[in-house]
């Protein structure tokens, strides 16, 4: 018998019972200290087939849905372990990769998180729209309103570099270091919370990429299921959010400006639909509190 990683891996999943299934039949509790499984609020029969099928995983049921964040952190709690294997419920691992990002991570005293390479299932190509990338700017968010998203940087496939923004999908962390710079920030509802803890990791040592980890990646298993306007209220605010958090007071102002502009324009063109008004309703009232510098309001 090969004695068990010291990681607690922690899968948070929302509606998703037969995707969640997926993730947990290609993980092995024997090989970690615990498999641990947040039920996000589900009402699709997620619990009970958690239970039934995976009898040793430890299953955290938060009644109410709360933010990505929070329940990443309500897992995490649920652990002792020298690390925590953070993973979305769409992705589906191999011992050999896990193995891979602790031997890593460990080799490299400086580091203190580590990512693996996200692949398609079918191809087993990378999915070079999940690379990492470096922190956003307001360059950055005004390039995407013009259709001109970030290029994927360019990695070699062997070797393990330190990077700004790994894939969030897929986050090893030592548990130290993570209580140490404040776990996840729950004010993030979904997107931009790995980025902003990325950037706080940073602060405490290297984050790595390890091309040579592969990891299975559905990929936008739980954004596809969010309506049109929980998906302009979440990206939009966690961008805001993230604005306000780690950017100077002039990309402040032209992040908060453009965000109002576009909120503005958006809803000028939404009169028919009441949930887009009230979505780009939240976006303007977050933009001019960032341009005066004042806190986001809580979602």
Known sequence: MMAALPIDVVVVTWNSREM?????????????????????????????????QHPDT???RLEQGRS??????????RGSADFVLFLNDDVLVTDESVATLVETLQSHPDAVAAAGRLVDPSTGETQRQYLPQ?????????????GRG????AFDEERTV???????????????????????????????EDVDLARRLRDQG???????APFEHVGGWSAQRLSPSERVSRHYRGALLYASK??????????????????????????????????????????????????????
């Open 58 to 60: 430890e299953l955290v």
């Open 134 to 146: 470096r922190f956003p700017s307001s360059a950055t968010f005004a390039r995407a309103f013009l």
């Open 20 to 52: 969640v299934l997926r993730c947990l039949d290609r993980l092995d509790p024997s090989r970690v200290e615990k498999v641990i499984v947040v039920d996000n609020g589900s009402n699709d029969g997620t619990p009970d087939a958690v239970r039934e």
């Open 162 to 192: 330190v990077v700004d923004q790994p894939p969030g999908a897929c986050l090893l962390i030592w548990r130290a270091v993570f209580d140490a710079r404040g776990r996840w920030d729950e004010d993030f509802e979904f997107w931009f």
């Open 68 to 77: 990505l964040a929070a329940a990443y952190n309500r897992g995490a709690e």
């Open 246 to 299: 780690h950017f100077g007071l002039g990309q402040r102002v032209a992040t908060g400006a453009l965000y109002g502009l576009v909120a503005i324009m958006r809803i000028a063109v939404s009169a028919r639909d009441r949930n887009a008004r009230s979505a780009y309703g939240e976006v303007l009232r977050d933009s001019l509190h960032l341009l005066a510098g004042r806190p986001l309001v809580r979602s």
């Open 150 to 153: 970030v290029q994927p940087l």
């Open 206 to 212: 290297h984050v790595l990429y390890v091309p040579s």
